[in-house]
């Protein structure tokens, strides 16, 4: 068990180290890069990803329709639509959208923290307890996003670790990735397509 214990919390310890050191990396590579690191360490871990469970598909298709509501209404708020505006976007906004998102975050954070680190700290720390360290490492691996677009660092760990919780709840409740797959590809498009409709429809957006 202490063996399993160490095997977690390094693998915890790996991915946060990855967050810290992908930022530096050409932006060429990515999202092929980060999307190859997060399938490799769910194929080493032999995680059962569950692709041809069609519960992931319905829990995760509810989960993503009620984020998209709560997106589409949440933009009716002035504080909301006046951050969104506000927010600086990356560079190609299409590459962004299409790939970027998709594959370079949702994909590879599935996969290596739902997926690689949930699976071993299930195993050696219980449901619960994996679940409470895989959503922990998920927090801490946005600490460098968070000091790289001046967000405050501690809300940023706290809701970020949040959703890690509840994306790794989808994950063991349905079986498969695909349920949290959809619902993190749900929050982070629809506020992102949001975004980038407010700025082009603000005429004081540069």
Known sequence: MLIKRI????????????????PRLPSRWHPGTHAAFGTALAALTRTPVGLRRWSGVRLGLLSAASVVVGAVVSTALPRVREEMVKR???????????????????????????GALGTVAADAFGLAGGRLVQATTFGLSHIADAQRTGEPVIPTVLVTGLAGWVFGWLYERSGSLLAPVLAHLAINESGAIAAVLLQRADPNSA
């Open 7 to 22: 095997r977690a919390l390094g693998l915890s310890a790996i991915l946060v180290a990855w967050s810290l050191l992908s």
């Open 88 to 114: 600086n976007l990356p560079d190609g906004t299409l590459h962004w959208l299409l790939l970027g998102i998709p594959f370079g975050t949702v994909v590879s954070e599935e996969a290596a923290y739902r």
